[in-house]
């Protein structure tokens, strides 16, 4: 069983930043993508960014050049460095593991969310 916890989230001013972190337990292994998410308020649930096992990073085209994603080696962490916030960031943001389970296909493990709040 795979357990995610998210951290670092609160509130900041526009032009702000702010980390996430996200801290993996469990039996992270045959991964296919590991990723930040958020759940804007009102709005269905977007991809923020993610990041393959090789360590190639997609990004929406919202937060690219803003959003960094990054992990340690171990994967026993997951990071979002964002920068320049802006009030339309402000969402739930959820930790996503999406690992190959054996007979199966891939399979999505969430984090319970960290609201990220930005003010104008």
């Known amino acids: 069983q795979v357990q995610l916890v998210e951290s670092g989230g609160g509130l900041v001013q526009a032009g702000g930043s702010l980390r996430l972190s996200c801290a993996a337990s469990?039996?992270?292994?045959?991964?296919?993508?590991l990723g930040w998410y958020r759940q804007p308020p009102g709005k269905p649930r977007e991809l923020v960014a993610t990041?393959?096992?090789?360590?190639?990073?997609v990004y929406a085209d919202s937060v690219k050049g803003r959003f960094t994603i990054s992990r340690d080696t171990a994967w026993n962490r997951l990071y979002l460095q964002m920068n320049n916030l802006n009030p339309e960031d402000t969402a739930v943001y959820y930790c996503?593991?999406?690992?190959?389970?054996?007979?199966?296909?891939?399979?999505?493990?969430w984090g319970q969310g960290t609201q990220v709040t930005v003010s104008s």
């Open positions: 990041i393959t096992d090789g360590g190639s990073a």
């Open positions: 469990g039996s992270v292994n045959n991964i296919n993508t």
């Open positions: 996503n593991a999406n690992l190959w389970v054996a007979g199966g296909g891939p399979y999505d493990y």
